[in-house]
């Protein structure tokens, strides 16, 4: 937690002193999504299996959690990323023709 929210507020300031362009305010601020959607899959399920010692229920779910990591990371990645999704979109077409 103290490096997420160190991470969080350097962030802030980083973007108080940018004066750049509009596209690369905008390529910060998905890495900045990217950062938290990754903290939050890589930490909270970590998080959470602290709290698994005599909860059964709570052990299940992070066996799901850390064992979809991938999944996870692959949708915040790939899924999710404009130049992911032409690309597949290019390469399902030229299937079809």
Known sequence: MILFISIVIILKSTFKNLNAEVSQMKQTKIMVFKTLAQFVVLGCSWILGFFTKDSKVLEILFLI?????????????CVLNHEVRQ???KFFMSLLY
């Open 87 to 89: 690309q597949y979109r």
């Open 65 to 77: 959690l850390n064992s979809q990591q991938g999944t996870f990371i692959f949708l915040i990645y």
